[in-house]
Structures are given as structure tokens and as C-alpha cells.
């Protein structure tokens, strides 16, 4: 499974957002550093419109989202590169993830005590990268370390690229600034990633604001300083009320959705943040669709339709003959697959079929 972090300075709202995240109380929202110790782990269905709509056309008896799974990890000081606060912890919890939700304050509130300070959300996104960085400088030394004897006594071709992608991140790692900004070729990012260096995790930040900038976010000057950050970095920018997310879970559905319209929201800032973790992690959703249960597949993007059978069961991947597939807007357009395949919309695909999102799949196997 694979895995989001969510970072950041304390008290910047990670454990409210993680509640909203789960809809559920599982971490201590407190205002006091270190209030999450140990990473709490929750499993967040992805939000989907198509499975309520192919609910209705099936006549289902039960649906089953996506998953994607998230941690709230503990709050991160100054100087966690060297141990300071729960930085050991805080280094090797998020050296387990595979993508990086940093929580940044947006928001002014006196009674809400802020570590620094003060509020200055790129000053914070540059605390916690200047102690990835450090964290990495460590590694790379180790590594760098490692090549050179390797190539001392052999030569080793692997070896010498090691040490051409260190000479190329190390003035990135040094300036306090995220490895993955380096420019490397795809093979080199390849090698990059296979270190599981903490700088190279692709990151979404999450700007945390008051319920009032919800509707003008571009008029919070926080808001537009993150995102002039992120842009220089290529990282995405959700805006979210963390606070407001973690009241909205006590509604029902209907009423979330007046209490947004009345807010002038389209959507939920968690359903926009789940969706793009969804995607950093290069993840998509491939649909079943019967009586007995719509479904959402979680497979990599990318994926061959056999490799995409095994999601289902591993005999169907074994036994594999071909895939069954109407687009999602094609099959709605038509309201069955029945008529799908009479307006020659649905396709048989074979085994070199690279899966698309929103593909409505029937499998053909045999064992």
C-alpha cells in the first residue's frame, strides 16, 4: 500500500486535518508540540463520482471506493536533523512514506501558540526542507563514500553514475533545497529514487487557512506566498480549512453539501487534497460494475491489463485471455453495456493493453 505523510511545524493543524482526513477522532488534536507521538494511520476512500452513478445504472447492492492510506506523523522542529524534539522519529517515519502532504498555517490566532513565533508559512516549508536536506547531505556523504571505493577497486560503471548524481544534488542539498529540483535525466531520477533520499519525495502543500479565506483564497497573502513557492519547485498547492473539515465530517452528505454551497465551495478541500495524493502517488482507478458491487481498482499508472486482472485475483491474471472495456462517459452515455457493445463502443483488448482511468472492465480468464 502505498502511503502519504503528513508533515509539518507543530500546531500547524496536522492532526485536525488527519481527523477530517479519517473522519474520525483517531489522532489528539492539542495545542501543545508533540501531541502525535506515534504516526497514526488511517485508510481514506477516494473520492468518486462515477461510483454513484454506476450504482444506479447496475442497481447495486454495495460499493467499494478506492483507498489511498495516509499517516499523521509527529511535529517536526529545528534541528530534528541532528535530534532536536522527535527528529530521529520524525526523520524515519516519513523515510517510509512514498509522497509528502506538508501542512503549513495560513491563519492568524492568538490563542493558537505557533513554535516560531510567528506566522510565516514559507519560513516553515523551508525549516522542514533545510532538515530533509541535512538528513540527505548525511546519506549522500555515506553514499558518496561507498562509490568511491567501489570505483577504487574495480571501476565500477555503476559506481562513477552514483557519484555524477551526487556531484549534481549535493549544491542543491547544501543550499537547503530539495534534491528532486536537480535536473537529472529520467534514468538518473530512476537511480535518485531507489536511495529513498526524504528530499526527493514529491510533495503537495497543504495551506491550512480560516474559514473566511476559504472563499477568496487568492486575497490571503499567506496563501499566495506558498504558492509562489510551490510553483518554483514544481509541487502542488490544495487550500483547506482544516478546522471547518473536521466540523463538516459530523454532517451528512446533503448537509456538507449546502453548508459548501453556502460557502460558495464547489467541493471539500479533504476530497481536493485526497484526490491529488491520489495522483502524486502516480496512482489511478480502473471500475467494475454489476448487480453485486461497483468497485474502484487501485493500480499504478501505466499498468498492462493482465497486471490489472491480478488487482482482482491472481488466477485472473494467471489465466488471462482479454479485457472487456467500455469507456466510463461512453457506457453512462449509452445506460448499460449491452448498448455500449451494440453502438460498437466497448473494445476487446489484449494482454500489451496499457489501462486507462475510468475504464469499466469485465475480465476474461481461464484456470
Known sequence: MLQAGIVGLPNVGKSTLFNALTAQEAALA?????????????????????????????????????????????????????????????????????????????????????????????????????????????????????????????????????????????????????????????????????????????????????????????????????????ASENADVVVICAKLEAELVALDPEERAEYLKDLGLASSGVDELIKAAYHMLGLMSFLTAGEKEVRAWTIPIGTKAPAAAGEIHTDIERGFIRAEIVGYDDLVACGSRKAASEKGLARLEGKEYIMQDGDVVDFRFNV
Not at 43 to 71: C, G, I, S, Y
Not at 104 to 119: A, L, Y
Not at 165 to 177: A, C, H, S, T
Request: net charge negative; charged share 30%; proline share 4%.
Open 30 to 230: 492539542a495545542n501543545y508540540p508533540f501531541a502525535t507521538i506515534e504516526p497514526n494511520v488511517g485508510m481514506v476512500a477516494v473520492p468518486d463520482e462515477r461510483l454513484a452513478v454506476l450504482e444506479k445504472l447496475n442497481k447495486a447492492q454495495k460499493v467499494v471506493p478506492a483507498t489511498v492510506e495516509f499517516l499523521d506523523i509527529a511535529g517536526l522542529v529545528r534541528g530534528a536533523s541532528k535530534g532536536e524534539g522527535l527528529g530521529n522519529q520524525f526523520l524515519a517515519n516519513i523515510r517510509e512514506t512514498h509522497a509528502i502532504i506538508q501542512v503549513v498555517r495560513c491563519f492568524d490566532d492568538d490563542n493558537i501558540v505557533h513554535v516560531e513565533g510567528s506566522v510565516d508559512p514559507v519560513r516553515d516549508i523551508e525549516t522542514i526542507q533545510i532538515e530533509l536536506a541535512l538528513a540527505d547531505l548525511a546519506s549522500a556523504a555515506k553514499r558518496r563514500e561507498k562509490a568511491a571505493r567501489a570505483i577504487k577497486a574495480s571501476g565500477d560503471k555503476a559506481a562513477k553514475t552514483e557519484i555524477e548524481i551526487l556531484d549534481r544534488i549535493q549544491p542543491f542539498l547544501e543550499e537547503g533545497r530539495p534534491a528532486r529540483a536537480a535536473d537529472l535525466t529520467d534514468d538518473e531520477r530512476a537511480i535518485l529514487k531507489s536511495w529513498f533520499f526524504l528530499s526527493t519525495k514529491p510533495t503537495i502543500y497543504a495551506a491550512n487557512v480560516d474559514e473566511e479565506t476559504l472563499a477568496n483564497p487568492d486575497g490571503n497573502a499567506h496563501v499566495q506566498a506558498v504558492r509562489k513557492h510551490a
